[in-house]
């Protein structure tokens, strides 16, 4: 369909509004749906939309979705109409004709034509009020009124409730501001006694929609920000609409009505009513046992909204009483809140109120904990501090397993799992609070479950108090000593179920703190783990807590030594996750670093050893990378753990002994093909190594560098993956061995291979690989940046020339991320080109591309934010490179160089100042930037 035009007349716009809304109603062509869509709404924003609209409306066959049209055109074009209204008179007039219209609309059946009536009425009147039309809400009382006998009572109060609810929720949500809102906020408070009437008398009403239309009309008048509706508003409908939550097809509304009285802002008076509610609320909640006996969820769950919504929004309020009858209501209302949070399953009443339940019972500790006042604290303690034992207790039980026959799986499980963290918290609040009180109350429930007399204590029971005292352990103190070891003494008699024996392992690797303070219980823990990391199901769970215990207990775990590491060994030697071998491997290097240094030297040695003699066999295959990788990280977490990061002379010797173990795997590895991920691990061993242990890299060079006819393991292992790591290690290496003379040569041959490689992959691999360019930049500048290192790099042409060639490369690139870092290196080599007559012979070689790049970046073709960068880089060199000059004069003196715009003026000007000898960088930027403006014809 063609778009609107704007001579259309009103007489051919109509029939095509109507055939565009067939078809976007009827067609099954999704094409000329898409392009009726489009032209409705290029006629919704013409000129011609609104008489198009009121013709359209006004057809007496027309039919509703027309109609539905004609009110959203109405709609969206009504401010747009009224800024055109140039009388008081033209705007009455428009007033009477919206009125007649909505009239007109309160007879017909469909809900949807007559809100959306009220809607363009409202937005009429948030334009004309007060200059133009005052008491709207009076008005409309009074046009319902005189159409009752048409409408019936039931329908006319509907309709006078709906407009009242839209007038307040429009005005609430419009951008009106300052005087304008002002006026708005007045004409509310002028309708205000009138509607609360009508809002009375329809709550008292026999018919249940009345009753709803009521609810959502004072909702949407309590929700204006500005608190329109007082406390002493509404203090008579609170019981009513209390009463209503238990009938049924109301108790949606009421439930929304009273959140929006709870949520509301503060007001003077407004504490007083909270607390009045929280009786109101009590005596309601035979809604709420009614709705639990009959398993009736949804009245438990609308009811539970409201009460925990005044419980959480308000907790201070209800708190800070005033007299003995409130703090006995307030008491009341906590214990109600206590036994919804006692209803069984993993989200009493619903997932919704699970949340609320815990976010109150964290707000509620914070409040005893840091009230405003030490009178408030002691007050607050004296009233409420009885409920903290209750808390525990239901605490407690809601971390309890689902019975046997009623197990969870699956996601069910992980929710599960989620829940018990978040009341984790609550746990850590109550022992704050409680202090040993509440270490002694779990110890008293743990062994009220293990006692032998009580065999009909389920095991979920047992593995909740563990789970409860894993999360105590967080705050208990060291020199608790009255309850705790009691909880060791009856690890021995937890069962055997899996889930507790689990939690139960956990819970001793979160006591490994207080069990440093405390080794006469470490034996009973040390027993449990060192049996349980034997058994598949639980070898997980025992490799955390034995890595705690090894690294907090380190001091009181040399007796237990031997029994750890062999129990260790022998988890290692089965099929286990990597993380979990991580742990062990982690447990096994603590413990090691715990020994004598004989005794360390040969376990470090038999540990590496271990983990690398099935390295040549795993690197010969690539189906088996998950397995190699798994070793190789056991293997760099081993070298870290066990290699001091600052030696001293007499302990080089025992660690250089215990990690050239690793060499000859890692160097089989290093030469067969694999995936990035193992080449880049082996990488990191090795310069982790070359960081802490000179000696053994000095001993293992000729491996790494080669000889002066094989450019090495680095070099080629480089070639074969382009794995960033290579620079790292490689920058690490010349860090170390640059001033060796006897490795000079090595070190500058592998430079070379490297560079020679990463220049000939640029085009295929470095430019798409950002990081991989950046890592060999990086390299280089670090390589300058040393004297000796400098020395290395700048002493071999063939290397140079590699470097510079690289650099162009990349900054011929402008969208490429590594320009700077090129430009850095083109700078550091172009500083020192006046002491190498080498690198002033590549500079010759490739200087005049060079520049030529710069002046076209200079021109538009770089980011203006490297400008500097290129600045820098030109004044360097032409202070450092001698035919700098010709070539920027031969450059800038070809006709449309560096581009068609600029004038051969700019070029001579530039050319001038690029000459002059002493200039700063300061100036020559300035100059540049000329340049690059009077390239864009600035």
């Excluded at 609107?4 to 067939?22: M, T, W």
């Excluded at 409705?40 to 011609?48: A, E, G, H, I, V």
């Excluded at 004044?875 to 006709?895: D, E, F, R, S």
């Amino acid at each position: 369909m063609a778009s609107p035009a704007l001579s259309d007349s009103v007489e051919v716009l109509v029939p095509q509004v109507r055939i565009a809304l067939q078809v976007l109603y009827e067609a099954q062509d999704a094409e000329r749906k898409q392009e009726a869509d489009a032209w409705l709404r290029n006629l919704q924003q013409s000129p011609n939309a609104w008489d198009t609209a009121q013709a359209l409306y006004a057809l007496p066959d027309a039919q509703t979705h027309e109609k539905f049209m004609a009110l959203n055109m109405l709609q969206s074009n009504i401010v747009r109409v009224y800024n055109t209204l140039e009388t008081p008179e033209q705007v009455i007039a428009l007033k009477d004709i919206l009125l007649q219209m909505f009239v007109d609309g309160l007879c017909q059946a469909d809900g949807t034509i007559s809100g959306r009536l009220c809607i363009l009425v409202v937005r009429f009147a948030i334009k004309a009020v007060p200059e133009s039309w005052e008491n709207v809400l009076a008005n409309i009382t009074t046009l319902v009124g005189s159409n009752i006998a048409v409408l019936g009572e039931e329908r006319g109060t509907l309709k006078l409730l709906e407009f009242a609810a839209i007038f307040a929720e429009e005005i609430e949500t419009s951008q009106t501001q300052g005087e304008r809102r002002s006026k708005l906020m007045g004409e509310l408070r002028n309708g205000l006694p009138s509607i609360l009437a009508v809002i009375k008398s329809a709550l008292a009403s026999k018919s249940l929609q009345v009753v709803v239309g009521a609810l959502k009309c004072l909702k949407s008048w309590v929700n204006v920000r500005t608190g329109i509706v007082s406390p002493d508003d509404i203090g008579d409908h609170l019981t009513v609409i209390l009463s209503m939550i238990a009938v049924q097809d109301v108790r949606e509304a009421a439930a929304d009505a009273m959140l929006a009285i709870i949520q509301q802002g503060q007001t003077e008076n407004y504490p007083a009513t909270i607390r009045a509610l929280a009786p109101l609320v009590l005596q309601w909640r035979d809604v709420y046992d009614r709705g639990v006996a009959e398993q009736d969820d949804e009245s438990t769950n609308v009811y539970a909204k409201v009460a925990i919504a005044l419980a959480t929004e308000h907790i201070r309020t209800l708190m800070d009483v005033k007299s003995p009858a409130e703090a006995q209501h307030t008491r009341d209302f906590l214990a109600f809140v206590l036994e919804m949070t006692n209803h069984p399953g993993i989200h009493p009443v619903s997932d919704d109120v699970s949340g609320r339940l815990h976010y109150f019972w964290g707000l509620f500790l914070d409040e005893l904990q840091d009230p405003q006042t030490d009178e408030q604290l002691a007050r607050y303690r004296e009233l409420y501090s009885d409920i903290l034992v209750p808390l525990l207790q239901v605490v407690c039980r809601k971390l309890q397993h689902a019975p046997d026959d009623a197990a969870l799986s699956g996601d069910e499980l992980k929710e599960f799992r989620e829940y018990r963290n978040e009341y984790k918290e609550l746990i850590c609040t109550l022992c704050l609070m409680m202090k040993g009180e509440c270490q002694r109350l779990l110890v008293e429930f743990l062994e009220t479950s293990v006692n032998p007399t009580s065999s009909t204590v389920p095991w979920q029971q047992v593995e909740a108090v563990l789970y409860a005292l894993r999360a105590s352990a967080d705050t208990l103190r060291a020199d608790e000593t009255t309850y705790t070891p009691r909880i060791f003494a009856h690890l021995e008699h937890v069962g055997q179920q899996p889930q507790v024996i689990q939690t139960a392992l956990l819970m001793v690797g979160a006591y490994a703190e207080w069990l440093n303070e405390n080794p006469s219980c470490l034996p009973s823990a040390l027993q449990l783990l060192l049996q349980a990391i034997h058994v598949p199901k639980y070898i997980r769970f025992a490799a955390i807590a034995l890595c705690d215990v090894c690294q907090d207990c380190s001091a009181h775990i040399a007796h237990d030594a031997s029994a750890i590491i062999g129990a260790c060994y022998s988890a290692l030697q089965g099929p286990v996750q990597q993380k979990t071998s991580t742990k062990i491997t982690m447990a096994l290097c603590r413990v090691i670093s715990s020994l004598p240094a004989e005794e360390a030297l040969q376990e470090g040695t038999k540990l590496c050893g271990a983990l690398t003699q099935r390295l040549p066999a795993l690197a010969a295959s690539p189906d088996n990378t998950d397995e190699l990788l798994n070793i190789l990280r056991m293997l760099r977490l081993t070298c870290k753990e066990l290699v001091p990061q600052q030696q001293a002379p007499e302990v080089m010797h025992p660690v250089v002994s215990i990690l050239r173990t690793a060499w000859p795997g890692l160097t089989t590895v290093l030469q067969t093909p694999h995936e990035e991920a193992v080449i880049g691990t082996v990488l990191e061993i090795m310069q982790e190594g070359c960081k802490t242990v000179q000696s053994l890299f000095y001993v293992f060079l000729g491996d790494l560098l080669g000889s002066p006819q094989d450019a090495g393991l680095v070099a080629r292992t480089f070639a074969a993956t382009a794995n960033v790591g290579v620079f790292k290690l490689a920058e690490q290496l010349h860090g170390q061995f640059s001033g060796q003379d006897d490795c000079k040569e090595l070190l500058q041959r592998m430079l070379v291979q490297i560079s020679s490689t990463f220049f000939s992959l640029f085009e295929s691999t470095v430019r798409e690989n950002p990081e991989l360019a950046q890592g060999y930049f990086e390299l280089m500048r670090g390589v300058m940046r040393r004297r000796q290192c400098r020395a290395l790099a700048v002493g071999n042409t063939e290397l140079t020339s590699y470097v510079l060639q690289a650099c162009t490369h990349a900054i011929q690139c402008p969208e490429h991320p590594t320009v700077k870092s090129a430009l850095q290196v083109i700078r550091a080599y172009a500083e020192v080109s006046t002491h190498y007559a080498d690198i002033a012979s590549v500079f010759d070689a490739h200087g005049s591309t060079m520049l030529d790049i710069f002046f076209r970046g200079i021109a538009g073709q770089i980011d203006r934010s490297l400008v500097s960068d290129v600045v820098r880089v030109l004044q360097i060199m032409k202070k450092n490179v001698a035919p700098v000059q010709g070539w920027a004069a031969a450059l800038l003196g070809t006709p449309g160089y560096p581009n068609a715009v600029v004038s051969e003026q700019a070029k001579r000007e530039f050319l001038t100042h690029l000459g002059l000898q002493q200039t700063t960088f300061t100036q020559l930027e300035r100059f540049a930037n000329g340049f690059a403006n009077a390239c864009r014809g600035m």
